[in-house]
Each structure stands twice: as C-alpha cells, then as structure tokens.
C-alpha cells in the first residue's frame, strides 16, 4: 500500500489535466479488468463481473488534485494564478508548484501585503525563476511535496484522492470473483464540483453507487469535538456530510460487512465538503448512495497524512462488499 501511495501521489494530475495518472491508473488495473474504457472527461471506467449479472455497482474515486492556473505572467517571470479547487492561501505561501512540463515555480506574495490581514491569494505570484521559463498563460501545475513514510502513517500531497484511488485499485485485486456487475471509476474533476461523477454516473446508470474518498479528522490538537473522526480507527462510513445525506440502506450494508468480516470502521458526520457521492445520487432519477472515507489530516494542503491501515481496511471492506449480494 505504501509503495502504491507513494507512486500514486507523485504523479501531477489536476482537475482537467488528468491524462498522467490515468495512464499509470490503467497500467496498473489491466490484468484485473473485464474491460477498460475513457469516456469524453477522461473518467477511466473499469468493469469486474459479467455484464447483467446481480446489481449494476458504480465505485468512484477521483484521480484529479487541486491546483493552479497561470492566468498572467510578467516580463521578470512572475505569474498571477487561479485556484484550481480548494486551495488555501495559507497553504501556499512559500510551497511549490510543479508544472506539467517539469518546471518548478515558488509560492510568494507582494512585499506590501499586509501580514496582519488575511491572506489572499490575489497578493501571491508564482516566481518562475526569470524570464526564461517556457510557461504560458492557462498552463496548469500541482503542489511539489515528496512522500515521506512514518511507519504507520504517510504524507504527501494528492492523498485527497489518491487514497482512494490506491484502495480501489487494491480492492480489484483483492477481488477475484464478483456476484455483481461492478465499475471501477477513476473520475476527473471532482475538486471543482464532481464532473467527472457526473458524467460516469448517467452513463453507468447503476443501481448503487459508493465513492471513496478522503475526510477530515478530529484528532489534532484543539479540534472541536464535532468531528468524531481519528487516524488509524479504520475507514469512516459516511453518514452525512455537506452535500449528501447517505442512504441508509447502504450505510447499514457498509457496517454489517465490516462486522461480519471484523474490519475496524468509524461512523462520520462530515459537517462541510462532499464527494462524487453527492453526484451519483443525484443521477438521473436518484440512486442509493453513500461512501467510505479514509480520515486525512491537513486536507488541501501540500502535507497531507493518512494512516496506511485504514486504506487496507478500507480495500479489505469493499472487497468484502462486492463479494457478497447486496442486501437490498
Ligand atoms: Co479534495
Ligand atoms: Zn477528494
């Protein structure tokens, strides 16, 4: 899982731009795919099981990251930026960016900024090191930050979503026969409200959907106890978050496979932010919906941490799901 998250993760792929990793996503799935396909967003959708067979399973879990958008540069090779997705001013003063041609910019901000106001990213430029830096305006570039391993736990930037992206792939390993129809989607552009969710979802049409992706956490110091979520406590069962209430039919058939299999698993009230989730749900004429969440540190900025065992537990409990009939 490790060395999986660690190849995952370097790999830049933001939203719109996810071409790179899902090259490495597709190489990775092919010996354990029934068959592959990209739609018109670049979602990469991956079927396991026989075509008709049980229930139609839509899994999501979105291989884009935040990120930037150059949209002014200088003469002297400073540019003016926009967010791609979530990104926190506070996250990106002195960090770097890696552009998808390799260059690396610096993360700064106007010497008269006021450092007793809010940061802001209109007071920030990324300094492409001079004039001679090949960027244009509308190039794109995500967050430079190396993995690191801390035993248990890793850091890196992208493990929003990469995670889940590692625990899909593992769990269709893990799972050599199915009683259902299954869809495996890499989905793009969820950083920037769930497109690529979207898309897949009306196109699959399926019978259940479950996204995979990362949540907060309450186990730092100083957090409000209204997030009832640790580290290292097995994968989070959503129950409700800022764009979604989960199906409860799907809620109970997470926690009683997880009982019955004996993974470790949490129960989640995410108070603000969603998932591709939220998208499948509202697909069409409305699906059973609901997701497993890896809890995440720091989420959206460069130093992400998650503990590696809830992402096995978190493949150990889709595997057990998908293996068994759905229970409604
Ligand atoms: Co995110
Ligand atoms: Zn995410």
Redesign the pocket.
Known sequence: MKRLLQQLTQIPGPSGYEHQIREAVREMVAPHADEITTDALGNLIVRKGKVGQGKRIMLAA?MDEIGVMVSHIDENGFARFAPIGGVRPAYCLGGRVRFLNGRVGVINQEKTADPAKTLSLDQMFIDLGGADHGIKVGDVAAFDRTFADLGDRVVSKAL??RV?VAVLIRALRQLESTPHEVYFVFSVQ??VGVRGATTAAFRLAPDVGIAV??TGWGDTPNVPPMVDVALGKGPAIKIRDGGMLADPRVVDWMISTAEKAKIPYQREVLLAGS?DARAIQLSRAGVPAGTISIPCRY?HSPSEMVDVHDAENAAALLAAMLSREVPF
């Open positions: 979105h929003d979503d889940g969820e950083e992706d990362v998932t989420v």
